[in-house]
T-cell receptor, first 112, second 109 residues
Framework: NAGVTQTPKFQVLKTGQSMTLQCAQD?????MSWYRQDPGMGLRLIHY???????DQGEVPNGYNVSRSTTEDFPLRLLSAAPSQTSVYFC???????????FGPGTRLTVT | EDQVTQSPEALRLQEGESSSLNCSYT??????LFWYRQDPGKGPEFLFT???AGEEKEKERLKATLTKKESFLHITAPKPEDSATYLC??????????FGAGTTVTVRA
């Protein structure tokens, strides 16, 4: 199993541009989530999904959209990038009946 | 609101010098407390889950313990390869994790 994969690994955007961060998992996990990690702060939950077609907001959802059309994929969309969205983004997943979440390798995003 | 505070922010150890990391938390209805290891440029790697006060888990040179207000991650006789940032997180509801800012451990040979 590849586990949780994320693309791209690095990305530079200009203010106002849009892009999609990709996340996929091959473990048939129902739950998937997106976090951002900033220096000196803990990982903060952006959006999460408990299954295909079901999404909900986390702690810091503004400026981000998500959808979940399949069990495997959970993309994160930035509609109009802002410098405040410069961060490292992690996708995570977990299976039913367990609490442990497994993280992808991350996407480092810089917005200029 | 769930709160997780980790201390110290950074810890420099000599190889073989045992020490402990602290994670204090306030949460309503703890479902689980988690420890993760994160290497530079990588995603967090799951280490332990603790569910109730008094529980202990061990893995190689690491031992995690839990009380009603805090958790400790003990590193016994550390080696340079134990250098990493260690993250603590709590889960109160069904899905959401609340993370601390982490403790960065550097072990010198």
């Amino acid at each position: 199993n590849a586990g949780v994969t994320q693309t791209p690994k690095f990305q530079v955007l200009k203010t106002g541009q849009s892009m999609t961060l990709q996340c996929a998992q091959d473990m048939n996990h129902e739950y998937m989530s997106w976090y951002r990690q900033d220096p000196g702060m803990g990982l903060r939950l952006i959006h999460y999904s408990v299954g295909a077609g079901i999404t909900d907001q986390g702690e810091v959802p503004n400026g981000y959209n998500v959808s979940r059309s399949t069990t495997e994929d959970f993309p994160l969309r930035l509609l109009s990038a802002a410098p405040s969205q410069t961060s490292v983004y992690f996708c995570a997943s977990k299976g039913a009946g367990v609490y442990e979440q497994y993280f992808g390798p991350g996407t480092r995003l810089t917005v200029t | 609101e769930d709160q997780v505070t980790q201390s110290p922010e950074a810890l420099r150890l000599q190889e073989g010098e045992s020490s402990s990391l602290n994670c204090s938390y306030t949460v309503s209805g703890l479902r689980g407390l988690f420890w993760y290891r994160q290497d530079p440029g990588k995603g967090p790697e799951f280490l332990f889950t603790l569910y109730s006060a008094g529980e202990e888990k061990e893995k190689e040179r690491l031992k995690a313990t839990l009380t009603k207000k805090e958790s400790f991650l003990h590193i016994t006789a550390p080696k340079p390869e134990d250098s990493a940032t260690y993250l603590c997180a709590v889960q109160a509801g069904d899905y959401k994790l609340s993370f601390g800012a982490g403790t960065t451990v550097t072990v010198r040979a």
